[in-house]
């Protein structure tokens, strides 16, 4: 069975269009557990544009589930995760004027100061993941500062029109997915994926977690957050019978 840890990010980005409490992040993490998720994702952005510092505390208090907590590789994000002590923290690039994260973290350039901030949080027990493009030599940096886990980007995946490009981006997660496994990393995968195109990543073998925020977030809009995370489980258990292995 794959892990799927909802991203609550966008629940607090229509609060914070107000200032206010409402739409409570929080709440809505309980409601993605009682439909089945084996996790909530969130992101503390350094420019706090969506979820809050409270908001961590929090959900990490109200949920029974695990959490996961993305951010830049930050001084002030490492120190808060270090108090805060997530299951596991996820090291994603970030740049203020972006809408959302573009692109994975560029392991290669930075393995020392990666492997640093990797040594702190794994040392309180916290589990250390890499958002990463679907790069074979950013799979094998990865595994270089001994990371625990990476989540292989799909947006781009996910943008693509043309099936035969679509068709490429695929095979390209196929084989960091492959690779990452090869040399003992956990394979997760996110970013864009809905219920139609989350198929074809859920029948890659080595992918065991899912991270999936805007388009359920905008599903609970219509349907709620418990039947669009419902809808979900279905099409990722959908895409894992047509495993090709
Ligand atoms: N994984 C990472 C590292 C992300 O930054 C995001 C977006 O916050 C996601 C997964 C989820 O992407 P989406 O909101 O498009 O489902």
């Known amino acids: 069975m794959i892990r799927l840890f909802v991203n609550v990010d966008h629940v607090a980005t229509v609060r914070e269009a107000r200032k206010t409490i409402e739409p409570s992040p929080m709440k809505a993490a309980l409601l ?3 439909a089945g998720v084996q ?5 503390l952005r ?6 809050q510092d409270d908001d961590v505390r929090l959900i990490q208090k109200k949920i029974s589930t695990k959490l996961n907590l993305e951010m830049a590789p930050a001084r002030e994000m490492v120190d808060l995760a270090l108090a805060i002590q997530p299951h596991q923290v996820s090291l994603v690039p970030e740049r ?3 809408i959302t994260t573009e692109g994975g973290l560029d392991v290669c350039s930075q393995e020392k100061s990666l492997s640093k901030i990797r040594e702190e949080i794994q040392s309180k027990g916290i ?3 890499l958002f990463i493009d679907p790069d074979l030599a950013q799979v094998d940096a990865s595994q270089r500062i001994r990371a625990d886990s990476i989540e292989i980007n799909t947006g781009k995946y996910t943008e693509l029109v043309s099936p035969d490009e ?7 997660i196929r084989k960091s997915a492959k690779r990452g496994a090869e040399h003992g990393l956990k394979i997760f995968a ?5 219920y139609e195109n989350v198929q074809a990543i859920a029948a890659i073998p080595e992918i065991e977690e899912l991270n999936i925020g805007h388009f359920i977030v905008g599903q609970a809009i219509y349907c709620g957050m418990e039947n669009a995370v419902t809808a979900m489980i279905r099409s990722i258990e959908i895409g894992r019978t047509q ?3």
């Open 32 to 34: 993605a557990e009682k």
């Open 39 to 43: 996790g909530i994702t969130i992101h």
């Open 46 to 51: 350094e420019d706090r544009r969506h979820i």
């Open 96 to 98: 203020r004027q972006e």
């Open 127 to 129: 589990l250390f993941s």
């Open 166 to 172: 679509i068709e490429m981006e695929l095979e390209r």
């Open 190 to 194: 996110g970013h864009g994926l809905n």
């Open 243 to 245: 495993r090709r292995n």
